[in-house]
């Protein structure tokens, strides 16, 4: 496979081209990444018999875990994950390929809605979509966050973190060819891991919502989420006739295919804030180049000049800092650059995005930074639960009389002409794709489909 096929087939499959050229494609890209992950190694059980007492080992083994993790903290230890908010940012950034296709290894089986071995995944599927409520679809509220934090950038990341992204699409447009690598890839993902709990604590603590992140928490649940769904769904759909050895195999070699591309810990582990904040400077330099004027010179060379050649920008930045534009090491407000970038009335207001503002401040800030490093106490993450739930009980409005709505009341009038349940919900079925399924439409189609499923 060429080194962009990950990210060129993510945008091609979440484009909805053709549906035989996109099945060939991810088809093609699954085999090769089963074949990538066939040598990693696996924890399920040999004999399925034993999935229930492995999910139980797990939550118990990830439950202590967390619990030491909040020892050491009380006991004055740094964060684990995050040394800064524009470290969180980063993280936010990074994992977005996925986090924007939450769920889509299970759409392709929308099309056995009638099947009751399916009955428990598909029910999963509708939750990652919120059964249709904005403030409950795992998309909806990751591109919110993005948007929040200035991160929605992220479509020119590195081709390794589009490699979990692509696979759930490929799963989603290839599953009747690889069921138990679906069923198996759900197993393996719709496990509560240590770092989503951790994660969800120093994202609070820098004043990051974690709504997105709790909302997992809850419904990965050992007992009655998700985690424990997968088991039942596995079990549900274990063949009666055949070769159930080679079913299981299948399973697990789907199960593995969670541990390829970029990883949580991966990329958080990959920050490195002066190659991110050189990133940003070389991204404005193309625009950045052309708009200044020349009365500003910084050793010989005029601010145009050194945007002109990225090569420079390094030496741009040091250059800066011999001359006190950026003081490193102290509060980013004695810096004059700092000032020209934040604030309505700056000079340079607008040019940085949130994120791009908060690379720099923390940049800039360094060692100051690290000395007024304090936590915001324990983070309430029951206060984001009840919010949740909160939330789970507002219903969205009617379609009303007006263009904003126009699309559901077409919707509804598409659905009244046909004959039964069945042709409904198969002339639901596209809205409810990875990527239609967070648009209006979309929603609108969800809560019809959940409430015809159901």
């Not at 797990?58 to 040394?83: C, V």
């Not at 990329?267 to 991110?276: M, T």
Request: aromatic residues 10%; contains cysteine; proline residues 5%.
């Amino acid at each position: 496979m060429e080194p962009t096929a990950s990210r060129d087939l993510y945008f091609t499959l979440l484009e909805e081209p053709d549906r035989d050229a996109a099945r060939r494609s991810a088809v093609e890209y699954l085999s090769s990444q089963l074949e990538a992950a066939a040598g990693l190694p696996c924890d399920l059980p040999e004999d399925p018999a034993g999935l229930g007492e492995w999910l139980t080992g797990h939550t118990e083994k990830i439950g202590l875990q967390y619990q030491a993790y909040l020892d050491s903290r009380r006991a004055g230890a740094p964060r684990r994950y995050f040394s800064s908010k524009a470290h969180a940012l980063h993280f936010l950034r990074g994992v977005a390929p996925t986090k924007l296709v939450d769920g889509a290894w299970l759409y392709g089986l929308l099309q056995r809605w009638d099947e009751p071995r399916f009955q428990g995944l598909i029910q999963t599927y509708l939750e990652e979509l919120g059964e249709g409520l904005p403030e409950k679809n795992h998309v909806v509220l990751y591109r919110k966050l993005l948007a929040s934090q200035g991160c929605d950038d992220w479509q020119s990341l590195d081709d390794e973190h589009f490699v979990q992204g692509a696979i759930q699409l490929a799963l989603a447009e290839a599953a009747e060819q690889f069921l138990p690598e679906v069923i198996g890839f759900n197993l393996g993902y719709e496990q509560l891991p240590l770092h989503l709990l951790i994660t969800s604590y120093e994202l609070t603590e820098l004043g990051i919502d974690p709504y997105y992140f709790t909302l997992h928490v809850t419904v990965d649940n050992a007992d009655n989420g998700h985690a424990k769904k997968a088991v039942q769904s596995l079990l549900d759909a274990w063949p009666q006739v055949g070769d159930s050895a080679e079913f299981y195999r299948r399973v697990a070699n789907g199960y593995r295919l969670n541990e390829l591309g970029a990883s949580t810990l991966s990329v958080i582990g990959g920050f490195d804030i002066e190659q991110e904040v050189q990133r940003v400077f070389e991204k404005k330099a193309a625009v950045g180049q052309f708009v200044h004027s020349d009365y500003c010179r910084f050793e010989g060379r005029t601010v145009n000049q050194w945007l002109a050649a990225p090569e420079l920008i390094g030496q741009f930045l040091e250059v800066m800092q011999q001359r006190g534009w950026i003081k490193r090491n102290q509060d980013p407000q004695a810096s004059r650059f700092w000032q020209l970038i934040t604030g309505e009335q700056a000079p340079m207001f607008g040019v940085f995005s949130e994120h791009e503002q908060q690379l720099i401040h923390d940049w800039i800030a360094g060692d100051w930074l690290a000395e007024q490093q304090t936590t915001r106490g324990k983070p309430n993450l029951r206060l984001a639960q009840r919010r949740q739930t909160e939330q789970a009980r507002e219903k969205p409005a009617g379609p009303a009389d007006n263009d904003f709505d126009q699309e559901a009341r077409l919707l509804l009038q598409q659905l009244a002409q046909l004959p039964n349940r069945a042709a409904r919900m198969r002339h639901l079925l596209p809205l409810l794709s990875p990527a239609r399924h967070h648009s209006n439409a979309g929603l609108h189609a969800t809560r019809l489909f959940n409430g015809l499923f159901n």
